[in-house]
């Protein structure tokens, strides 16, 4: 089989929309090379799904996107950003059960 190269952005945590992308490419998570240029996280919920179905891929190259560094800035420094928060973020915390600090 042939190997296909492809490409995908700012999923935002859309699952539902992430798999019927998946199926209508008929995607061969052996053979398929997936580039993810990153915003996996914030907006909608289903975040660790996403994360789950994109790691399904033998070859996979992420590019981290603006929202991820954002979740990862805050998730390892735990500084406040409040900018993340409104553009996504809260649905990020939810998603994992936290908040941001008071």
């Known amino acids: 089989m042939k190997k296909r190269r492809l490409c995908i952005a ?3 945590g859309g699952y539902k929309a992430l798999k019927q992308v998946f199926e209508m490419a008929k995607v061969d998570y052996e053979n398929d ?4 240029l990153g915003d996996t996280v914030d907006a909608w919920p289903e975040i660790e799904d996403c994360f789950n179905e994109l790691f399904k891929f033998k070859e996979l190259v992420y590019i981290i996107g ?14 406040e950003l409040r ?20």
């Open 10 to 12: 700012d999923i935002h």
């Open 33 to 36: 090379k997936l580039i993810c």
């Open 66 to 79: 603006n929202h991820d560094e954002w979740a990862r800035h805050y998730y390892t420094t735990g500084q």
């Open 83 to 102: 900018d993340w928060y409104k553009q996504g973020g809260k649905a990020t915390l939810e998603a994992f059960g936290g908040k941001m600090p008071d």
